[in-house]
């Protein structure tokens, strides 16, 4: 219900939102994460059992936020060549993980993982209590990470067997 | 400590068991939380409710400096009472050391303010915090204008709220921070 007038709100308000400086309304989303809720990027999953495909779950429903973070990692050079996101959870919670899986898209595995939820919060210009899902956000990214790199691990044969397979 | 030990096995048969024998053997109270959970989300899609069998209420932050949602069920470390009654006496014992904070530091904008189990300080131009309770993690949630936003879990053998991650103590983080941006330190323990 709650969620219904919010969005009427937002609808009819996102008009005013644009012409009036931001500063002077603080009580509004800003509009990066308006753009985010109505046009999320790279909403969608992989198939998790893909070698290639790191999945980050993170949060849980009692809380309020759970996000899925997925990677797809180029074999050959280890860089992440596709991200997609599902999220339960409000609009700047969305709003962090779709800018998430763009932030990630071309960057090796390493790189991501300087990923700073500051930088989202930035980006998105969060209100103070709304932090969290850019960290949410964050730990996402690194929960996908972690769990391509142990797929890459699993993955590459031993030198032994490498040496075996050439003879 | 002792009665500890039997609710950690029963959490970790109900993890390795499927659902439909465990929610029997269990205690009734933690049956119906089970069960609270799946009824309070009644529109989600059923991905989401995977996910809720699939890991518990997933804390953030491991014991160990890890990046992925904990194993660790919460609600057994701290039973819910025992949490309301610590959380809120931390917060409103906070609340009435930054209202004193603020007669005597003269700040534009100083502001506390308590309402639906939130505290708020404003701290005019330099800032808000934000602090919260997460009630499912039995956590406190900070969100610092310094250093973002924190997740304390209570440490019995500090006998204090402590950020895994950082290892940082609530109040102490707190009068740290607050000497920083307003020039006179606090004593918030």
Known sequence: MLRLVANRLLGTASGVVLKRPLQVLPRFYHENVIDHYNNPRNVGSFDKNDPNVGTGLVGAPACGD??????????????????CFKTFGCGSAIASSSV?????????????????????????????????????????????????EAKRAKMKPSPIEKAADVL | MASRLPILRRISILLKAPPSTTLRSLRPSLARRFLLRKVLAPNVSPWICAAASSFC????????????????????????DEYHRLANSTIQD??????????????????????NEVLTLKLGTLGTYVMNKQTPNRQIWLSSP?????????????QAWVYRRTKANLLKLLESE????????????
Request: glycine share 6%; with cysteine.
């Open chain 2, 178 to 189: 607050l000497e920083q941006l307003c020039n006179k330190p606090v004593n918030l323990s």
């Open chain 2, 146 to 158: 310094i250093s973002g936003p924190s997740r304390f879990d209570w440490d019995h053998n500090a």
């Open chain 1, 66 to 83: 759970v996000m899925k973070l997925q990677i797809k990692i180029d074999e050959e050079s280890g860089k992440i060549v596709d991200a």
């Open chain 1, 100 to 148: 998430a899986t763009e932030w990630v898209k071309g960057k090796s595995m390493d790189e991501v993982l300087t990923i700073k939820n500051t930088e989202i919060a930035k980006h998105l210009s969060l209100p103070p209590v709304k932090l969290h899902c850019s960290m949410l956000a964050e730990d996402a990214i690194k929960a996908a990470v972690k769990d391509a």
């Open chain 2, 57 to 80: 209420s997933g804390p953030l932050n491991l014991p160990q400096d890890s990046q992925g949602p904990a194993a660790i069920d919460y609600r057994s470390v701290l039973s819910e």
């Open chain 2, 94 to 115: 906070l609340q009435e050391k930054l209202e004193e904070f603020g007669d005597i530091v003269e700040l534009e904008g100083f502001d506390v303010d308590y309402g």
